[in-house]
């Protein structure tokens, strides 16, 4: 049996909890290790997400070690939320930015949701090749320039990279990432349990 596939999820003041919490949750229904890491905590032990819900990180991100605590050789993938001002906190930080770029190099799983896209382009992922992607709506006009953008699509695979539109499509983009880590069975097996009307 193959070892446990380990996440990073990334979230900081301002993250949308709808697509924290869902998308945590259906992960670990599919059998991943996830590890919630905590960004620009400003040393708080909780994280106030968007509309107020508080989550606990497991751990943040060390700040006398950038990014040594997250790496393609302890994890098999990194995962952003979106939300505000959370996204553009991701955006803007080099730890993370580092974190994309490492991952996506080592042809890891790099995935955000909703506005977190932002962070891919802050991220210049665009340069290394043709990317397609989807965001949130309102983030179209910042993306667009830089990305092969897909308006149809509720979840987008491009190689490693998975993208997807907002709260209303975090289960899905949660089931598409059980499926690449995990298999095709146990996407549906969690879909099947969540009683998923389609």
């Known amino acids: 049996?193959?070892?446990?596939?380990?996440?990073?999820?990334?979230?900081t003041h301002g993250s949308e909890e709808m697509e924290a919490v869902i998308t945590i949750d259906v992960l670990r229904r599919?059998?991943?290790?996830?590890?919630?890491?905590?960004?620009?905590?400003?040393g708080e032990s909780v994280v106030r997400c968007s509309r107020g819900v508080k989550i606990q990180p497991d751990f943040v991100l060390n700040v006398a070690n950038p990014g040594q605590d997250i790496n393609p050789n302890k994890y098999d993938a990194v995962v952003l939320p979106g939300g505000q001002p959370g996204s553009d906190t991701f955006?803007?930080?080099e730890q993370v930015l580092t974190i994309l770029n490492t991952f996506f190099d080592a042809g890891k799983v790099v995935?955000?949701?909703?506005?977190a896209p932002l962070a891919l382009k802050a991220a210049r992922l665009y340069e290394k090749r043709s990317l397609s992607i989807t965001s949130y709506p309102a983030t179209k006009s910042k993306l667009e320039d830089s990305f092969d953008y897909n308006d149809l699509d509720n979840v987008v695979v491009d190689g490693n990279l998975v993208t997807s539109k907002g709260p209303g499509t975090a289960v899905f983009f949660a089931l598409k990432l059980?499926?690449?880590l995990h298999?095709?069975?146990k996407a549906k097996?969690?879909?099947d349990a969540l009683a998923l009307p389609c």
């Open 91 to 93: 955006a803007s930080d």
């Open 178 to 180: 059980v499926e690449i």
């Open 1 to 11: 049996m193959s070892p446990q596939k380990k996440i990073a999820f990334l979230i």
């Open 183 to 185: 298999s095709g069975e």
């Open 111 to 115: 995935a955000a949701i909703c506005a």
């Open 189 to 191: 097996e969690v879909k």
């Open 30 to 42: 599919g059998g991943l290790h996830v590890d919630v890491v905590g960004v620009q905590t400003g």
